[in-house]
């Protein structure tokens, strides 16, 4: 054995939430998975984005009935405080993502970082925010996620916690390198998401096996990028006749999956993370100080898309 920093780290997939299931359901899965993880030397675990309802961005309704029906107005309210509890009894750190909504009735699509003592010690609310606003009525289902929340406003931080430095991103964030290398650029050793990909998409026509590959890829491709764990979890199955990938992975530094779901219900992975494995790639091949040439990375800043070639 080596004297190596590490974390137990762990990732509960969580299978599908029907629109009849209530949040005291969901929350005792999640507490099941907890016990899991932390009978199999766990520190943290990873939970979905949206984790405690169906993902409600496909169905047109009014922001006041998603509010109603979909928002947590508190963190921890009375449903979701036995996830903290668990936390303490367990001494487990975990990521959530859930819907928030603020006071002055502003809708995020959120995630939390808790610590083993039961407390919030980041927030992050999801920038690249996929699908739509308006009803697409010829559609078989909607992704309102642009009707529903807006943009984050906190922009991509980390947080230590666990003697660990942990980025968080959502979902549709993983797929751009600019969410990691931000994080890196801070000194991020752990990035930890959740997802909720649909197997079919109303925009474009991507098979499955092609949205799982590209959802690995991203992963892979930025874990190795940045010398930093990833771990991302997804709500996966068929929610009342609309499928979702699963394939919840852990990646190493080296951009290898060291742990992959098999299934796509409830299924907690785990591994223990070597944090030193990351500084290997930092402090070499990817030393950002001495090598990143910003000065040449402009338009990654001042533009959005696609624009004239640079003179
Ligand atoms: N919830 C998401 O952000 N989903 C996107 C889909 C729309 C592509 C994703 O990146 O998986």
């Given at each position: ?6 974390i137990g780290l762990a ?123 308006d009803h697409k009525v ?24 666990q003697s660990v430095r ?146």
């Open positions: 054995m080596n004297n190596h920093r590490s990732v509960a997939q969580l299978g599908a939430v029907h629109l009849a299931d209530s949040r005291a359901s969901v929350v005792r899965r999640l507490v099941e998975m907890m016990r899991e993880a932390k009978s199999r030397g766990a520190d943290f675990v990873v939970f979905p984005e949206l984790a405690l309802t169906t993902f409600f961005p496909r169905y047109w309704i009014t922001e006041e009935e998603a509010h109603e029906r979909y928002f947590e107005a508190t963190m921890p309210s009375e449903e979701t405080r036995p996830l903290f509890d668990a936390a303490r009894e367990l001494g487990l750190g975990f990521y959530l993502g859930y819907a928030e909504l603020t006071e002055d009735k502003r809708g995020f699509n959120t995630s939390i970082i808790v610590s083993p003592q039961g407390e919030i010690v980041g927030k992050y609310r999801k920038i690249h925010l996929p699908g739509h606003s010829d559609a078989p289902f909607q992704h309102l996620e642009k009707k529903f929340f807006e943009v984050g406003d906190l922009g991509f931080r980390v947080f230590d916690t942990f980025g968080m991103c959502l979902c549709n964030d993983r797929r751009w390198p600019e969410t990691y290398r931000v994080m890196a650029l801070q000194g991020a050793e752990v990035v930890v998401l959740g997802y909720n990909t649909p197997s079919v998409n109303i925009h474009w026509n991507e098979p499955v096996h092609l949205r799982t590959s590209t959802h690995l890829i991203s992963l892979q491709a930025n874990a190795y990028q940045n010398g930093v764990w990833v771990a991302a979890s997804a709500k996966c199955g068929s929610e009342d006749g609309h499928h979702m990938i699963g394939s919840s992975a852990i990646v190493a530094p080296t951009g290898e999956i060291v742990a992959r779901t098999v299934t796509e219900e409830d299924e907690v992975i785990s591994t223990r993370a070597d944090l030193d494995l990351g500084a290997m790639f930092r402090e070499h091949v990817f030393n950002f100080a001495k090598h990143r040439r910003p000065e040449h990375y402009k338009l990654i800043t001042e533009r959005t898309g696609v624009g004239a070639p640079i003179a």
